[in-house]
């Protein structure tokens, strides 16, 4: 136990260290990165970088990548924020609409940093129980009056997909402003940008982690209305995307995107491969439009250790809302599939005592 700090700030007392135990492992499907790896010519960029890039400042709020950004998005760049990470949008944005102690609502379950972010800021955090059928609870996550309504399409960890009908009513109907996180996006082909080009009040929140497979350069953006990214953009600050960053999200978004689509249709093909090999074994997989199966496993956490002792890692959900526990199961390349039925084969024979 540490001494706590008579000059820190007390909010922070309750606020842990994002720590999900992951020890490394041979094979780790736990965070739904793209698993083919690099887009080759992000690569390139790397590689021939000039040292400038580095020992100079980056641009003060990337203005060329907002540029390809919003090409890629069917915007224009004054609709764009970026920050490192998704995760720095939302912490951004939640800082510039939030004032202290301002509820943040989000469906439960959904991705574990929206509580962590709203504690960070001083906001008050209300989880809402999504329906049985994976939808949210619209009416009692409008019922908390969020100043910000957090939801996520594809949702993590579930893989469901949002309901245009649900959207475009928490658009109408919310006192505050409507994040939705894409994170997943490409995957689904379904996106809310057209509404967030239309109204003042949806930042749609997107990121270059997943289908880019750019996750340790730390590339997220927003989308929405001018006068709503900027109020983001001023909470982000300048100088946060780092200019290594830049240059290879602009590669990817100018030269990749052949890559970046074949392998986004790989996964999608081989996420409903598992889904198969799955229901084969008798599970009773998620419909997911992510890059990731949500899968419905009794005494989830023992498999996912039994799994490790395997060398693989999968992300178990212990008692999920209507389902109970879950793996949840990043999709790659059909090799590394076979991998991991492998080995959660034996894993659940020792688990469950049935040997195979
Ligand atoms: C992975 C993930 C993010 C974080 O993405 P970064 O851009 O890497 O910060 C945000 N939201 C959801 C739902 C995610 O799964």
């Known amino acids: 136990m540490t001494d ?32 083919w790896g690099l887009p080759p010519a992000a690569e390139r960029t790397l590689r021939e970088l ?11 709020y990337a203005a060329e990548l907002k540029e390809a950004l919003a090409s890629f998005v069917g915007a224009s760049a004054e609709h764009i924020v970026t920050g490192c990470g998704s995760d720095d949008i939302l912490d951004s ?37 999504e329906r049985r059928d994976h939808q949210p609870d619209l009416d009692a996550l409008l019922a908390a009056q969020p100043r910000i309504l957090y939801l996520c399409t594809p949702n993590n960890p579930t893989g469901a997909l949002l309901a245009r009908e649900t959207l475009e009513r928490a658009v ?28 003042n009040n949806l930042l749609v929140i997107r990121t270059m982690s997943k289908a880019f497979g750019l996750a340790g ?11 709503l990214v900027r109020e983001v953009e001023k909470s982000r600050g300048p100088y946060k995307l780092n200019a290594v960053a830049e240059q290879m999200a ?12 074949e392998h986004v249709a790989l996964a999608v093909r081989n996420r409903e491969r598992l889904a198969v090999a799955l229901r084969d074994r008798g599970y009773a ?51 590394l599939m076979q991998r991991f039925l492998e080995a959660f084969d034996d894993a659940t024979a020792d688990i469950y005592g049935t040997a195979s």
Not at 113 to 127: D, K, T, W
Not at 217 to 224: A, H, Q, T, W
Not at 250 to 261: I, S
Not at 322 to 335: A, M, Q, Y
């Open 172 to 199: 109408r109907e919310a006192p505050g402003v409507v994040f939705v996180d894409e994170a997943y996006a490409e995957f689904s082909g379904v996106s809310a940008i057209d509404l967030a080009r239309r109204v």
């Open 50 to 60: 000039p040292v400038a890039r580095v020992t100079r400042y980056p641009s003060l």
């Open 217 to 227: 350069l730390r590339i997220g953006y927003g989308v929405g209305a001018p006068a």
């Open 93 to 129: 944005a939640m800082r510039a609409f939030g004032e202290p102690g301002s509820v943040v609502a989000s469906s439960e379950p959904s991705f574990a940093m929206i509580p962590i972010f709203a504690q960070m800021n001083g906001l008050q955090y209300v989880g809402v129980t």
């Open 4 to 35: 706590r700090l008579s000059f820190a700030r007390a909010l922070y007392d309750a606020v842990p260290l994002y720590d999900p135990k992951r020890t490394p492992v041979a094979l780790d499907l736990t965070d739904n990165t793209n698993l």
């Open 285 to 335: 997989p998620l419909a997911s439009h992510a890059n990731y199966v949500c899968v419905p496993v009794a005494r989830a956490v023992d498999v996912g250790q039994a799994l490790r002792a395997r060398g693989v890692a999968a992300r178990p959900f212990p008692g999920l809302p209507h389902v109970g526990d879950t793996l949840r199961i990043s999709v790659g390349p059909w090799d």
């Open 250 to 261: 602009l590669a990817a978004l100018r030269d990749d995107m052949d890559w970046v689509q």
